[in-house]
């Protein structure tokens, strides 16, 4: 499961705080949450899902809790897919949680200027003064690697089931109010 936190702008504390809440949220309802930049401006979360999880369920919960996370900042963060209803928002994107959807995988070299790669993070990365998105690049990757590992080491043998954190996430639902916030496609 993906969440894709693209910046309107150039405003990167703003999805920073994006990715803390769902970090925050996914740790109340227990799959583990796995944080990488992108390669271009944004930041992925993810999650390791076992293989019997479907795509439409998958997209349902990421949705629910995409709803969630907006909520909380609605004047930060959006689900407006046209890029002109977002504003200066972040968009909290769940499309990706779909039969042929695509997402840059960890490592993967970006075709932007200065070959950004996508990279792993720890997710104290987040309170880094000069985190950016395309910070490292093929010519730095591998000194990252060789320097601090792979905090994605364990990615794979990780992998959940939704069905607790379900659950946890109807629990949750019931004892507070999440506003609607009208998505465009």
């Known amino acids: 499961m993906v969440f894709d936190l693209d910046p309107a702008g150039n405003n990167f504390e703003a999805v920073k705080a994006a990715a803390h809440s769902l970090k925050k ?7 583990p949450a796995y944080l990488k930049t992108t390669g ?3 930041l992925h979360v993810a999650v390791p899902l076992e293989r019997t999880e ?5 997209r349902a919960f990421s949705r629910q809790l995409a709803r969630i996370v907006v909520s909380e900042e609605p004047s930060q963060r959006t689900l407006a897919q046209r890029k002109k209803m977002r504003g200066d928002r972040v968009f909290v994107d769940t499309n990706r ?3 042929a959807q695509t997402v840059a995988p960890a490592y993967a070299v970006r075709a932007r200027p200065g070959a950004p790669v996508s990279v792993p993070l720890d997710w104290n990365d987040l309170g880094k003064k000069g985190l950016r998105s395309d910070a490292d690049t ?3 990757v591998f000194d990252r690697l060789e320097k601090i590992g792979d905090p994605w080491a364990d990615f794979w043998r990780r992998g959940t089931s939704l069905t607790r954190a379900r659950q946890k996430l109807q629990e949750l639902a019931a004892t507070r109010t999440i506003t609607e916030e009208k998505e465009v496609h």
């Open 40 to 42: 271009s401006r944004g």
């Open 97 to 99: 949680n779909a039969y």
């Open 25 to 31: 949220l996914l740790d109340r309802l227990g799959p």
């Open 54 to 58: 479907v795509f439409d369920s998958v």
């Open 138 to 140: 093929i010519r730095s």
